[in-house]
């Protein structure tokens, strides 16, 4: 038998476009457009700006569109900006192993179809069959979860879901390059054995935060890119790393690997249809407390200073002092704070790049809310081991508890908006396109030009199967320049 390397290897490299059913091609198209909206959400976030004057002070070969600038790039250093941009903001989309794998894996797949010419049709591939690879290693290594007694406690000691955010980049970089099977095995190993360490406990328990989440996705998608190119000029890596009892799982920290789940049902079951998006800029698990607050306020009409106290009910990971921040003192703590995104909410902030500026930060009205907020543990979440599939959550039970008029409005929800397992919660096409049009409007929602851009983005994804090359779609990402220095600024 095969080990699991050559096996993926051989999925990635030989997967044809019209091997992917149509309702895949149409999600991965839908991963493209809420990715490159968070991509241009992020030029309003300090750690955004930072990363496109990092690449710029760097130069490179000007073969590659690095969004929200006509200053081109290199290949590797455009897909670093690109997916660093996409991640600043964590608007981006949850895989249910945790794991954020659109951002690297898409502008992988951009950066390698750009810098060879390559079609709508293989950028859509690449992210299908890249999204497919790290979704399929991080289900066979687990949800990083602590569990006691059969529940769930918190984060294990040693764990995370960095490194597969990075397996989905090389399985997208791969299958857009089209290397060959045994060229496409060592830019596995060259790239897979140069992915972040599993930091997700010193992470978590961190209370200054670091600019990025448990790994840097720029990083990530960078990684594997030029892991892709080095092994196209002849590079080897190794050519075994996810095999057998010292396989990558085990220097991850997995306590486990089901290699059934990791190459079993190839083009039988596709991993792109089970992930999550987010409608609000936030953490994963703040997106529970702010479907059960959205769903309060539509039935009750509630408004904010009728509140006078939140008592939010989380999950056992989302306990820690992140969660609890009072008042964040930075954009990256306020995508965290239970209290930041519910004060968000409560005055109907658009959700995007809003939630975070000054005025969002220091404002009298907001800094009064969110000290009504606290947090605690939901019993009922520490059961979600009950629930999982195939390596990957479905119900986190979790919501909050609002006193206003003298009364307690209580509401528990078992999944949050954007959860693609049920008809109330699913993303809707018309959803998704609103929350990029929002996006890429950012602090001036009341932009034509940019709600014009906005549309010609959507209409250049919706017709990527028909276009020979993507210039298209990459001009309408550099952005006019006044638009850009308007989105930096």
């Known amino acids: 038998m095969q080990g699991a390397t050559k096996q993926l290897a051989e999925f990635a490299n030989g997967t044809p476009y019209e091997a992917i059913p149509p309702e895949v091609v149409h999600e991965a198209k839908r991963m493209i457009l809420d990715t490159i909206g968070c991509a241009i959400g992020g030029l309003h976030m300090k750690s955004g700006r930072i990363a496109l004057q990092h690449v710029s002070e760097l130069g490179g070969k000007p073969t590659n569109t690095v ?12 897909a670093y900006a690109n997916a660093r941009l996409g991640n600043v903001l964590d608007a981006d989309d949850t895989f249910p192993t945790g794991t954020h794998f659109g951002s690297p894996t898409v502008f992988a797949a951009l950066a390698m179809a750009e810098l060879h010419g390559k079609s709508g049709r293989d950028f859509l591939r690449g ?19 602590r569990i006691e007694d ?20 090389i399985g997208a970089a791969t299958s857009v390059a089209q290397l060959g ?12 054995g140069n992915t972040p360490l599993p930091t997700l406990r010193k992470w978590s328990e961190a209370q200054r935060l670091p600019m990025y989440k448990y790994s840097d996705a720029g990083w990530c998608a960078q990684t594997a890119v030029e892991g892709t190119l080095l092994a196209k000029l002849g590079s080897t890596g ?7 009892e010292l396989g990558y799982w085990l220097m991850y920290g997995a306590p486990q690997c089901n290699f059934d789940l990791m190459v079993g049902d190839f083009g039988k079951r596709w991993h792109l249809l089970d992930t999550t998006y987010k409608p609000w800029p936030s953490c994963r698990w703040t997106q529970y407390p702010l479907t059960a607050l959205r769903s309060l306020k539509a039935q009750h009409k509630l408004q904010p200073d009728e509140i006078t106290k939140v008592v939010v009910k989380g999950a056992p990971f989302a306990q820690s002092y992140r969660f609890k921040v009072t008042h964040p003192e930075n954009e990256v703590n306020a995508e965290f704070s239970n209290a930041h995104v519910l004060a968000m909410m409560a ?14 930060l220091t404002a009298p009205k907001y800094r009064a809310f969110r000290e009504r907020v606290t947090t605690e543990l939901e019993p009922s979440a520490g059961e ?4 999982m599939e195939n390596g990957q959550f479905r119900r986190v039970p979790g919501g909050l508890e609002v006193h206003a008029r003298g009364q307690v409005f209580t509401e528990i929800v078992q999944m949050a908006a954007g959860d693609p397992w049920s008809v109330e919660t699913r993303f809707s096409d018309a959803e998704l396109e609103a929350k990029f049009i929002g996006m890429v409007c950012g602090t001036k929602p009341g932009s034509a030009a940019l709600k014009k851009r906005a ?28 638009e850009a220095a308007e989105a930096v600024s």
């Not at 069959?129 to 979860?145: H, Q, T």
């Not at 005055?347 to 969002?360: K, N, Q």
């Open 347 to 360: 005055f109907d902030v658009p959700a995007g790049p809003m939630w975070f500026t000054d005025e969002a």
């Open 384 to 387: 979600l081991v009950k629930w």
């Open 238 to 244: 190794y050519t075994d790393l996810l095999d057998g």
């Open 150 to 169: 059969g529940k769930v406690t918190g984060w294990p000691k040693v764990g995370g879901t960095s490194a597969t955010m990075t397996w989905g980049a």
């Open 181 to 192: 099977t045994e060229r496409t095995i060592e830019a596995f190993g060259i790239a897979g």
């Open 67 to 78: 969004i929200g600038t006509a200053e081109r790039n290199s290949a590797p250093h455009a």
């Open 127 to 145: 992210v299908a069959v890249g999204f497919d690879v790290g979704a399929r290693i991080g289900s066979s290594m687990g949800l990083a979860l």
């Open 455 to 482: 549309n010609a983005i959507i209409d250049c994804v919706n017709r990527l199967e028909a276009l020979p090359k993507l210039s298209e779609l990459c001009r309408n990402l550099e952005l006019d320049v006044h």
